[in-house]
Structures are given as structure tokens and as C-alpha cells.
Nanobody, 118 residues
Framework: VQLQASGGGLVQAGGSLRLSCTAS????????TGWFRQAPGKEREFVGR????????YYADSVKGRFTISRDNAKNTVYLQMDTLKPDDTAIYYC????????????WGQGTQVTVSS
């Protein structure tokens, strides 16, 4: 499956952005979909994930209560709604998929840059 993350941009602290992860080649409903981010000079960080049916989500403590992952399987798209953004959220954001919950993410999309100004 080919993935493409989009929707990044420049936003002021306290603002919101919605990222999209769109799939081609296979249907996203077959996969658990995760969001990750990597800031300059830092390791890649897990942000959150959503189950195949969208019923279950899980978030890193750093974004819990501010970020929301949802999916629209009809559009073959997973979303990352980011609210109350902080400068520390500045990073390249990636989406990735895996077929089983306990497995590794095995397909990654190109990232989208999110920059939060103070």
C-alpha cells in the first residue's frame, strides 16, 4: 500500500491543523494506521494509532487530549486532528500501517511538515 500524508503547514501556538493520510493500491480498512513524528535532531516518536474499524484509538501521553485520530474508510483516508498546538509539536509527521496489532509498521508514507510558532 502506498501512503501519502498531507495537510501540514505553519500555525501559531494554540491553533489547529488536520492531517490526512491517504492510501492507494490497497484499502486502508485492512490496516491499523499509526501517526508518528520526527523533530529535528530527535528520534521518531509515536503519536497515536487507530484500529481497522475506527472503534479504538491510542495516543501518546504528549498529545492525549489535544490530538484525535479518525478514519473514513469510504475515502480510504485516516485523519489526525491536532488542536491546541504547541511549538514542541513542530515536526515532520508520518503515517504508517500494519496488518496486526502486535506487528511492526511495514508501510510508511512521505511526511508532511508541521511548524508551530510561538
Amino acid at each position: 500500500v502506498q501512503l501519502q500524508a498531507s495537510g501540514g503547514g505553519l500555525v501559531q501556538a494554540g491553533g489547529s491543523l488536520r492531517l490526512s493520510c491517504t492510501a492507494s493500491g490497497r484499502t486502508l480498512r485492512s490496516y491499523y494506521t499509526g501517526w508518528f513524528r520526527q523533530a529535528p535532531g530527535k528520534e521518531r516518536e509515536f503519536v497515536g494509532r487507530i484500529s481497522r474499524d475506527g472503534a479504538t484509538t491510542y495516543y501518546a501521553d504528549s498529545v492525549k487530549g489535544r490530538f484525535t485520530i479518525s478514519r473514513d474508510n469510504a475515502k480510504n483516508t485516516v485523519y489526525l486532528q491536532m488542536d491546541t498546538l504547541k511549538p514542541d509539536d513542530t515536526a515532520i509527521y508520518y503515517c504508517a500501517v500494519k496488518t496486526i496489532l502486535t506487528g511492526a509498521y511495514n508501510s510508511w508514507g512521505q511526511g508532511t511538515q508541521v511548524t508551530v510558532s510561538s
